[in-house]
């Protein structure tokens, strides 16, 4: 393999010219086709890559795989191209002020040493808990597996979370509350059985594409389509009504439409009755959720209210989807719950054409949040505080309980943690926080604060670029392993290529790491299949049990929904229907708690963490764009993906930028009780007058995280990127960033 020289750009803002277009002027012809699935978002679409030699340099369709039945969002098309940029990771990389872009390549071997040297050093000078570890869910399930593994029994750090904590925990932990498992209750097919599908906070077109697909699919079987959104996004253009939320106040609305149900009957007595405990509570304390309550804190017209509770309520079946737009909040969960208690007062779950959901995020956003990479939680779903628990997965580790660590802290915490002082060095892997915390001139300044940090990347992303040691990691096309994708199917993801020079898959990385700190014993899979059958064992019992789950039965069956405890059993497409057998009911009842009842919460409504006042009189809400993917590491390195989104923009409706005197295109300002950010404004009327829309993926000076609030849901410790108070004006000049 020919060496690559040192990254000399400075990725810190943007890459410049470099960017992938095309594998090769002339277009390689593919000797084989491998069958896998995307590497970007939670749908994990089926996709054939087409590889020559050791390059992937191509994709055709997969039409036969259920999911998606070939069809791709751009993202999907256009990912093929990430292997071939200049910028992909081949060697060891470690800090070096004089070399050219701060970085000099050294052996793997010499590196692999000296991050075994640093963390021997720093626990042996300030404690186990002072060497943290930040892992993604990017990662199929056997490397989520293996990091938690790693953390608890290779380092005996409390201190590992991993970025489903910026994603997914507020409707995790909703639907443990609720219904005591956290999984989409249907299978997509439910969807297109649904006479009313209800979309909360889920720009479904551009974040979730192919499930589009699914929704129209009932719209033109007559479905009505009810979306609540700040912003009427392109799902929304095609919607039968459509409730333009103020931000931050959802739970108010989902009040306001049960207090509807109520008043109108409008109930399913009987599965109220027979499947859940805990509605007269939530009766009362809605009765003072009224449609003009309702209307005045969600700044939703109260004829839109009504409207939207009798399609609700009178539906023979219906399907409730939602997504980050009601779970980056402060009340995050409470939002969640609320729309938990909506459903479940219409008994409408459990029956085909009958369900509800929250859309996975990240590729892996499913699996990696099932088996052990989160602070509290053990494989197969399991607490870390409960001693069944840690005993089941201590002798499948071959280790006593009491050799576990406790429950460690959240993300955010853990770059607190660096503030005082009480963790002094990170290994992260598969996570971008530079670019995805919020406040994040915060988190930057962290990460020179530790004594030793070691990324590992494909490519040295901006978080990365504060490390002392880069190893050079694994793409999803150069290993295998499961990822189980939005609606709780298991997928088998295939190897196409290898790494090249001297990048290592990312499970062979961390067992270099254990090996070299003399510490292995656990750690010598030799592949993925090694590590997947003892994840089988270890969430055997658990709510996610994949115990009955192998590579040939994914192979075969097209993926395989858990639970699914033995090899005879077929899976669980559709959870809580009658009869469906789950370990913790064990036959009394359809929901995951002992007594077999779905729990109604009482949810209070308070307004974000910082409401708008004189100083700061607008809503910032925060997201995505469709050819963007989270941090941007990879997408912004795709040219065509570029050329159809290039910068963020200041998403504004005309009737504000009239008033703030500016037009499309201007350089706009939007500062914050954090930070400041510099943008072009893009003038709409798709939002509403009182808030601003802008798009995270891009890192330094175009960052929206400089100017986010590090304010977090008390029970799933969600940052609220969703809400906080900013100004906003016509800048008086181009950004410097712009004039380089
Ligand atoms: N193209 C693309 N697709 C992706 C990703 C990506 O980065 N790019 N990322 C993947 C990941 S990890 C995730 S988590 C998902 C995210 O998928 P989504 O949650 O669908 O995407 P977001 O853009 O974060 O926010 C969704 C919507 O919430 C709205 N919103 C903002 N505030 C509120 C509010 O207070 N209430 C309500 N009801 N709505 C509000 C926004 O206007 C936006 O339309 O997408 C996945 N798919
Ligand atoms: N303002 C604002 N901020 C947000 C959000 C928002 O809506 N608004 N959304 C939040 C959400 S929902 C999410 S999920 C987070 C995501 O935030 P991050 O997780 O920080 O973003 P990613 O871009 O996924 O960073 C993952 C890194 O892992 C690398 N990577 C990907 N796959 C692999 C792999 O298999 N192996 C290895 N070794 N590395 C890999 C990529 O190159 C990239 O550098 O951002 C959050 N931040
Ligand atoms: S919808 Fe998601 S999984 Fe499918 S092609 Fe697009 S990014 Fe990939
Ligand atoms: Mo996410």
Redesign the pocket.
Known sequence: MATQPAPTRDLLEHFGPHRAYAIDAAGPEADRLVKTHCC????QCGIQLKVNGNRVVGFEPWEEFPFNRGML???GVKRYLQGSHPDRLLHAYQRDPAAPGGFRPLPYAAAIEQVAAAIQRIQAQYGNDAFAVLSG?SLTNEKAYLMGKFARMCLKTANLDYNGR???VSAAAANKLAFGIDRAANPWSDIVAAEVVWI?????G????ITTHYVWQAREKGARLIV????I?PL?RTCDLF?P??????VA?FNGILHLMIENDWLDHDFIDAHTIGFDKVAEQVRNWTPRRTAEVTGIAERLIRQAAQWWGTARTSFLL????????THGVQ?VLGAINMVLASGRLGRPGCGYAT????GN?QGGREHGQKCDQLPGGRDITQPAHRAHVAAVWGIEPEELPGPGVDVYEIFRKIDRGEVRGLLSICFNPKVSLPDNTFVGRMLDKLEFYVAIDFFLNETARHADIVLPGSLHEEDEGTVTQIEGRVLKINRCVDPPGEARQDWRIIQDIAAALGRNRGFTFANPREIFEELRRASAGGIADYAGITYERLAREFGVFWPCPSEDHPGTPRLFEDGSWNPVARGQGRFYFPDGKARFHVTAYAP?AEDVDDAYPIIL??????????S?TQ?RRIGPLVDQYAEPRVEMHPRLASRLGITDGDWTTIVSRRGSCTLRAQVVTT?RPD?V?V???WPGARSINQVTIAAQDPISKIPE???CAVRVFKAKAAPEYEER
Request: net charge positive; with cysteine.
């Open positions: 970007f978002c939670g749908q969002c751009p993202k869910a910026l994603c997914m909360s906070g889920a720009n479904i551009e974040c979730a594409p609540v959104d700040p912003r996004t929304a409730l939320v103020k931000p931050g106040r959802d609305l939602h997504a980050r737009g009601i779970e980056h909040h939002n859309i996975t995020g990240q956003g974000p809400t925060t997201g995505r764009v469709v050819s963007q993917f989270l941007g997408t939002i808030t829309f798009p995270y993926h990127f969703k809400v």
